[in-house]
């Protein structure tokens, strides 16, 4: 079964504007991911924040996790055309599971 | 580098007919593969985990008889989908990890449609 869940399920916004997509899980986890797939593609990882961490930057992106609320947050600033995509957080277990497990995936377009 | 292909980018089949598709590692050694599928507008559900040289780890619910994983070699893994059916159609996605590494590496997925 998914454990991570994208909320909301599809944003809309224009150029300029911040989006901010939500992650949810419900297992203890070592590690959280954040990828993106372009419609009919593969998956680009985009920022891993370990569970001992609380935020991360990576140019526009910034990630938080709540280890306490079993959460994660992706922030992408200034968003650009070309950021239009799905967006999937994904999951490890503990234990030394090498296996992810994604959530529902969220569609972000962002208008010009 | 950590670059994994796939082939086909693309297949269309006959129903009835088995189909295998590839998942390379160009630039280092995969010692564990994994295979997933996505459906349209979903997300993607795990269908088993390769080891080189070991069978394949398959999750619940996934036909192990119907989706026949090969993990022959550091660098290549082929899932044969048998006897396709319209219901197998779909995106199929590989990741391998290397040695020692949990970062996973994504292939840019094989389009699977079953006539």
């Known amino acids: 079964s998914q454990q991570g869940e994208e909320d909301p399920q599809a944003l809309s916004i224009q150029e300029g504007e911040n989006a901010t997509m939500n992650c949810s899980y419900k297992t203890s986890i070592n590690n959280l991911q954040w990828y993106r797939q372009n419609s009919g593609r593969g998956l680009v990882h985009l920022i891993l924040i370990r569970s001992n961490e609380r935020e991360k930057h990576s140019g526009r992106l910034r990630v938080t996790l709540d280890t306490s609320k079993k959460s994660s947050s992706l922030l992408i600033t200034a968003s650009r055309a070309a950021d239009t995509a799905s967006y999937f957080c994904a999951t490890d277990a503990t234990g030394g599971s090498e296996k992810l497990v994604f959530g529902k995936g969220m569609k972000l377009t962002v208008n010009p | 580098g950590a670059v994994v292909s796939q082939h086909p980018s693309w297949v269309i089949c006959k129903s009835g007919t088995s189909v295998k598709i590839e998942c390379r590692s160009l630039?280092?050694?995969?010692?564990?593969m994994f295979w997933y599928r996505q459906f349209p507008k979903q997300s993607l559900m795990l269908m088993a985990t390769?080891?080189?040289?070991?069978?394949?780890?398959?999750e619940q619910g996934v036909e192990k008889d119907k989706f026949l994983i090969n993990h022959a070699s550091l660098t290549l893994s082929t899932l044969t989908v048998t006897s396709a059916h319209p219901e197998d159609s779909s995106f199929y996605i590989c990741?391998?990890?290397?040695?020692?590494?949990?970062?996973?590496?994504f292939g840019p997925g094989t389009r699977l449609t079953v006539t």
């Open positions: 990741s391998a990890t290397g040695t020692g590494s949990f970062e996973q590496y």
């Open positions: 390769s080891n080189e040289g070991s069978k394949a780890t398959y």
């Open positions: 630039d280092f050694q995969a010692t564990t």
